[in-house]
Structure formats: structure tokens, C-alpha cells
């Protein structure tokens, strides 16, 4: 059994871990940059050690600072949380080399499922459903263009190495696509160091639809039913829930089915979710996440177990602690993420916390790291906190997030609850059939009525200086 574990991460997460850790009876290590010195999960764990500036890049990517943390203070394994080094196969085999457990996937896992064009390649390999694309990465315009007459437009070019909307491009034509290629690949460059793309069919209206799961060295794997996640911006996820109203019993059966066997065919073990696109009736593998997701709390909720233990209990060593006849569906539930940003503009609003106030009640969880005087930084993502509401209907769910929504307070800075509370309110996300372009398409709509109103506006304040001037003229 571990004794001590050192958390390779900050925020929400790394306090989900460090409470995880201590209901174990472990000990956890913050690993923190200069900017985090004031963390919630900093305080909160046994021992924290400074491993660098305020960049990402100097400290929580740093590899080299973050396993001298773990060596200095005798940690026997280290949790990657989700982001940052949670699939980075290097970092796995560094650890492994110091006698240091990764709580994860093995590293083969983690570079066969990592990489996208090889993810997909070895999803097929296993009888995964996939969308129809290139067989691996496109080196010239001439290969796309060949691959997309061959599939059909529209079609859409992503990172070989990507995540997170960054590196994708759409096509519709052969001109947009002549366009689009050479930009793909140099923002997958930029953001991945890697430039290779590949090309698959590009769905128009598709759900998101994710199947989280997880395996033990024995050969044990389980699936923990599906997650929405549909509700997206620019490809991140604004809100997730579990089950997915829109699946049929069977439908969601026959693709957890599918997921098992090719999950015990490649032996993986730890947690992992399966990434699929959902349109008329068929599933498309999308990627897979080899690691925890930020969106795993629904899952719990709905099943009443605990990810990050079991995910740690693996890791040690030991059998999966429940079967997949034990995991019964027995809530609805809904997670939003609350970011520190205008809920118009999507600008970060990073800031000083004056006063915070968590919603509570039957049925609401929160995650976060923050406290009335705590200093939003600007050098991260701009989530703060995600609130999870469950019951036995979707309906009751929805209602108890949007009131829960209104009992939170973050004063001080600008965040994402007005547009959450919004989104709760409209037919397409209370019937569930939103697709995951619906978000964008709604936001476009807003701004358009938006600048209506303000040209209507202004005309009618251009028709009141002339009547104005009139009556002025008259009178003279």
C-alpha cells in the first residue's frame, strides 16, 4: 500500500485527490509554482514543495522538478490528476526509472491511445467504430485533398498530437481545404511541437457521447455507463451529464459492450473514457482519454463510487473492488464548470475572490479551490469550480443546478453562471437533443440580437436629435 503520494498537479483536482488520499490513510505531497503558493490544496495537503515559476512550462510540465519533489520527499507514487503530464509516456517511464509508481496507464498504453492517428488505427484493430478518414497522417495538400474526394466533404483536419479544439480545421470544399491544411499543421506545431495531421469525415450535427472506464492488471475491466457532453465551446466542455437521455438502453449496452472487450483485449489498466461522436443512431470513436476526466464527478454521482480511490487502489496493485453487475444507475447528474471569465465575451476575468459562498443542499456537490481572498491567477485555465447536482429524474437535476447556481457567490470576478443558468432554461438542452455545434450556433444568435438592439438603438436615438433639432427650428 502506498504511504505517501505526490500530487503532479493544482486546483480542484488536486484537492479531489488529496481527499481521496486522505480517507486511504496516505499522505500527499503539493507540488506548486510560485503562483500557487496560496492554494486551497496547497494548505491542505500533508507536505507542499515550490517546484517553480509562475509558467506552466518551468513548473508544472517541468518533469525534472516535479520527480526531485517526489524523490526529496520519499513519495512512493505520483497521481497525474488530468492535463499537464497525465498522458505524457516519458514522464510515466522517468517515474518507473526511479522506483516511483505512476497511478495511470502503462506508457505503452499512453502512447498507443495518445497519439491520434495510432488511437485510431488500434480502435479498428479492436472493433471499435470509427469515423471514415485518412489511415494515417497527411503529409501534403495532394494526400488530403485525395482522402477528402475519397470520403467526401465536408471533412475536418485535426492534430495527430492534439486535444482541445487546437490544430482542427474544417473544410467544406476543395478551395477551404487548400486553405485550412497548411494552418492546421502549423498551429498543431505551435501547440504540440508535433505537425502531423490526419483527416476524417466531419459529422454535421453529431452528440458527444463518453464512456468512462476503468481496469485493473488482472485483466478486469468495467464501463460506468455514458456521459453527454455535448454542451461545448470551441470544442470545450461547458456542461456534462450522465446518462445520456438521448441513448436508448440498448444503444448505450451495445457500445459499453463494445468498449469491455477492446479495453480487455489491450489488458489496459486504470481509468480511462472512450470519446465518441453520436449521429443517427451510430457511434464513431472519437479519441481516448488515458487518464481521469475533468468531468468524472456525474459518473459518481450516478453510480456512488469513488474514481480517484479505485484509481489509486489499481495502481497499488490490487483487483478492481466491484464488478460490472454491481454498477447500477441510481441518480441523474449534471456538472457545470464555472470558469472566471465574462459570460459574454469569454474573456478571462482573473481577480482577487472578496467573498465566496458555496450552494449546498441535498443532491449538490462542489469542486473547488476557492476561499474569500483568494487570488484568481491569470497563467491558467480559467476554471474555478464545478457543481454537481444529482437526483433520481433529469428534471429534478436541472432544477436542483439551477438553483444551486444562484446560491453561488464569487464576488470579485466575472464568471461563466449567468450563461449556465441560460443554458439550463432552453428547449434544446431541457429535451437533451442539443448537438455539439448547438452552443455555438446560440451564442451567434444572442450577439446578432444583441447588435440589432443596439443599431435599433442608436436609430432611434439618431430619429430624436432630428426631432429635437425641429421643434428647435420651429421655435426660432
Not at 170 to 178: G, M, R, S, T, V
Amino acid at each position: 500500500m502506498f504511504k505517501k503520494i505526490l500530487i503532479a498537479n493544482r486546483g480542484e483536482i488536486a484537492l479531489r485527490v488529496i481527499r481521496a488520499c486522505r480517507e486511504m490513510g496516505i499522505k500527499t505531497v503539493a507540488v506548486h509554482s510560485t503562483a500557487d503558493s496560496d492554494a486551497m490544496y496547497v494548505k491542505m495537503a500533508d507536505e507542499s514543495v515550490c517546484i517553480g515559476p509562475a509558467s506552466s512550462a518551468e513548473s508544472y510540465l517541468k518533469m525534472s522538478a516535479i520527480i526531485s519533489a517526489a524523490v526529496v520527499t520519499n513519495a512512493d507514487a505520483v497521481h497525474p490528476g488530468y492535463g499537464f503530464l497525465s498522458e505524457n509516456a516519458e514522464f510515466a517511464e522517468m517515474l518507473d526509472a526511479h522506483g516511483i509508481e505512476f497511478i495511470g496507464p502503462t506508457p505503452e498504453h499512453i502512447r498507443r491511445m495518445g497519439d491520434k492517428v495510432e488511437a485510431k488505427r488500434t480502435a479498428v484493430e479492436l472493433g471499435i467504430p470509427v469515423v471514415p478518414g485518412s489511415k494515417g497522417a497527411l503529409d501534403t495538400i495532394s494526400d488530403a485533398l485525395k482522402t477528402a474526394k475519397e470520403i467526401g466533404y465536408p471533412v475536418i483536419v485535426k492534430a495527430a498530437s492534439g486535444g482541445g479544439g487546437r490544430g482542427m480545421k474544417i473544410a467544406f470544399n476543395e478551395d477551404e481545404l487548400k486553405a485550412q491544411f497548411p494552418i492546421a499543421r502549423s498551429e498543431a506545431k505551435v501547440a504540440f511541437g508535433d505537425d502531423r495531421v490526419y483527416m476524417e469525415k466531419y459529422l454535421v450535427n453529431p452528440k458527444h457521447i463518453e464512456i468512462q472506464l476503468i481496469g485493473d492488471k488482472y485483466g478486469n475491466v468495467v464501463t460506468l455507463g455514458e456521459r453527454d457532453c455535448s454542451m461545448q465551446r470551441k470544442n470545450q466542455k461547458i456542461i456534462e451529464e450522465a446518462p445520456a437521455s438521448i441513448l436508448t438502453k440498448k444503444q448505450s449496452d451495445d457500445i459499453q459492450a463494445i468498449v469491455r472487450n477492446a479495453m480487455s483485449k489491450l489488458k489496459y489498466r486504470g481509468a480511462g473514457t472512450i470519446e465518441f461522436l453520436f449521429e443517427n443512431g451510430q457511434f464513431y470513436f472519437m479519441e481516448m482519454n488515458t487518464r481521469l476526466q475533468v468531468e468524472h464527478p456525474v459518473t459518481e454521482q450516478v453510480f456512488g463510487v469513488d474514481l480517484v480511490r479505485e484509481q489509486i487502489s489499481v495502481a497499488e496493485g490490487n483487483k478492481l473492488s466491484f464488478k460490472q453487475e454491481d454498477l447500477v444507475p441510481r441518480f441523474h447528474a449534471i456538472e457545470c464548470r464555472i470558469n472566471a471569465e465574462d459570460p459574454e465575451t469569454f474573456v478571462p476575468f482573473p481577480g482577487t475572490v472578496k467573498y465566496y459562498h458555496a450552494p449546498g443542499g441535498l443532491g449538490v456537490r462542489v469542486d473547488s479551490g476557492l476561499y474569500t481572498g483568494y487570488k484568481i491567477p491569470s497563467c491558467y485555465d480559467s476554471m474555478i469550480a464545478k457543481v454537481i447536482t444529482f437526483a433520481p429524474t433529469r428534471k429534478e437535476a436541472i432544477t436542483r443546478m439551477y438553483y444551486a447556481l444562484s446560491e453561488l457567490i464569487v464576488d470579485g470576478v466575472k464568471t461563466s453562471i449567468p450563461l449556465q443558468q441560460t443554458l439550463l432554461k432552453q428547449p434544446a438542452f431541457l429535451d437533451g437533443t442539443y448537438p455539439i455545434h448547438w452552443l455555438e450556433d446560440f451564442i451567434k444568435e444572442k450577439n446578432a440580437e444583441k447588435l440589432k438592439m443596439m443599431q435599433e438603438e442608436e436609430e432611434k436615438k439618431e430619429k430624436s436629435t432630428e426631432k429635437s433639432l425641429l421643434r428647435r427650428k420651429k421655435a426660432k
